[in-house]
C-alpha cells in the first residue's frame, strides 16, 4: 500500500485559530516534514472555495495556487488535488497551469479531477449549477483536452462544452505520457466509466470499495482498459491515539476548535460523520480490510495536522509499517 497526506488549507476548518498571516508558513512546514518522510509518497489539497460542512467565514486556499508553491519549496514528494472540479478552470488553462507546475517541481504532478458537487460555492462564484450529466460530459471532455495537451503540445476539440482550436500547451509536463489521471468520485454509470476510459488511478470511497472495484472492472472491461493497470485509491480523515483515552482527547480537543465556528450540534455531527477514530491496531484493521480489496493507496487527513502533529507521528511509526 502507498500512502499520501493532506495538508491543511482551511477547507476542513483546519487552520481554525491560526491568523492567515502565519498560515502559509503552517502549510509549508507540514509539507516539508512530508517531503522529508519516504513514508509519504504524495501530499495533497481539496480544490474548494468555501468551507465544510458549511460556509464560513474561515481561511480556504485555492488549491492551484497551493501546487505552485509546494513545487517550489519541496524537492521530493509528489503533488495533487483530490480533487480539481473541471469547471471551475477551462481546461486548455488548466492544462497549462499544470504543465507549468509540473516543470517547476521537477515531474512531480498528480491531476486529480472530478466533476464539482458543492452546489453553494458553484452558486457564489457565477458558474451555475448545471445538472450531474453536464458536469460529467464536461469532465469527459476536459480529459480529452488535457491528453491532447500532455502528449503533442496542443489540443483542438469542438465539444459540447468546450471548444479549444490549437491551443497551444508548451512546454509539455516533464512526465512521459503527461501529468497522471486521478478520475475521482464513484457515480457508478457515468464516472467510473469516465475512470476506465482515461485514469491511471481511481478514488472513490472505501465504504463502498467492493461494489465500486466491481463497477469499474466491468467498465474496463467494456472500454478495453486493462483493469489491474489502475491503482484505487480512497481518503480516509483519521484521529488516533495509542489508546482510547489519548484519541478522546484529540476528538475533544478537534470540538472545541469547532464549536465557536459551527455550533455544539453540526461540530458533534461532523465530527461523527467525517472521523475514523481508532489506535494504531484498529486502523491497520481498517485499511488492511481496504488494501485486501484491492485498495493500493491510503491517503490520510489528519484534522489536527496544523496544531499537533504526534498523531501522524504515531501512525508513522506503527500503522504505516504494518502495511506497506
Same mark, same amino acid.
Given at each position: ?7 491543511? !488549507? ?8 491560526? *491568523? ?24 495533497? #489539497?481539496?480544490?474548494? /472555495?468555501?468551507? #465544510?460542512?458549511?460556509?464560513?467565514? @474561515?481561511?480556504?486556499? *485555492?488549491?492551484?495556487?497551493?501546487? =505552485? ?11 495533487? !488535488? ?8 477551462? &481546461? ?87 501529468? &497522471? ?7 457508478? +454509470? #457515468? ?5 476506465? +476510459?482515461?485514469? @491511471? ?10 461494489? +465500486?472495484? *466491481? ?7 467494456? #472500454?478495453?482498459?486493462? /483493469?489491474?493497470?489502475?491503482?484505487? =485509491?480512497?481518503?480516509?480523515?483519521? $484521529? ?21 465556528? %459551527?455550533? !455544539? ?7 461523527? +460523520?467525517?472521523?475514523? &477514530? ?5 486502523? $491497520? ?14 491517503? %490520510?487527513?489528519? &484534522? ?5 502533529? =504526534? ?6 511509526? *506503527? $500503522? ?5
Amino acid at each position: 500500500m502507498r500512502f499520501g497526506i493532506f495538508i491543511p !488549507q482551511g477547507w476542513r476548518l483546519d487552520l481554525v485559530g491560526i *491568523e492567515p498571516a502565519a498560515q502559509w508558513t503552517v502549510m509549508r512546514d507540514l509539507a516539508r516534514r512530508a517531503d522529508a518522510n519516504d513514508d509519504w509518497e504524495s501530499l495533497w #489539497v481539496f480544490d474548494h /472555495f468555501h468551507t #465544510v460542512p458549511a460556509p464560513t467565514t @474561515q481561511a480556504t486556499h *485555492e488549491a492551484w495556487t497551493l501546487m =505552485s508553491a509546494f513545487a517550489a519549496s519541496t524537492e521530493r514528494i509528489r503533488l495533487g !488535488q483530490m480533487c480539481t472540479a473541471m469547471s471551475y478552470r477551462n &481546461p486548455a488553462y488548466l492544462a497549462k497551469v499544470a504543465a507549468t507546475v509540473d516543470i517547476i517541481s521537477g515531474g512531480r504532478v498528480e491531476m486529480g479531477i472530478g466533476a464539482g458537487w458543492y452546489e453553494h460555492e458553484w452558486r457564489a462564484y457565477g458558474y451555475g449549477f448545471p445538472g450531474a450529466g453536464e458536469r460529467l460530459a464536461r469532465l469527459d471532455e476536459g480529459v480529452q483536452i488535457f491528453r491532447q495537451a500532455w502528449t503533442t503540445g496542443e489540443a483542438t476539440l469542438d465539444g459540447k462544452h468546450y471548444q479549444v482550436d490549437g491551443a497551444i500547451v508548451r512546454p509539455l509536463p516533464l512526465q512521459d505520457g503527461g501529468i &497522471p489521471l486521478w478520475i475521482a468520485g464513484g457515480g457508478e +454509470k #457515468v464516472t467510473l466509466r469516465i475512470a476506465a +476510459k482515461y485514469a @491511471q488511478y481511481t478514488n472513490f470511497s472505501g465504504e463502498d470499495f467492493a461494489r +465500486k472495484s *466491481e463497477l469499474l472492472r466491468g467498465h474496463c472491461a467494456e #472500454v478495453g482498459t486493462d /483493469f489491474d493497470a489502475i491503482v484505487r =485509491s480512497a481518503n480516509t480523515t483519521v $484521529v488516533t491515539g495509542a489508546n482510547e483515552a489519548e484519541i478522546q482527547d484529540r476528538l475533544t480537543a478537534l470540538r472545541t476548535r469547532l464549536v465557536p465556528v %459551527l455550533g !455544539q450540534d453540526a461540530a458533534t455531527t461532523w465530527i461523527d +460523520k467525517a472521523i475514523t &477514530p481508532g489506535t494504531p491496531d484498529q486502523l $491497520v484493521e481498517k485499511l488492511g480490510a481496504l488494501r485486501d480489496l484491492g485498495m493500493g493507496y491510503a491517503i %490520510l487527513n489528519f &484534522p489536527e495536522a496544523a496544531y499537533d502533529t =504526534s498523531g501522524i507521528e504515531l501512525f508513522e511509526r *506503527e $500503522v504505516i509499517p504494518a502495511l506497506r
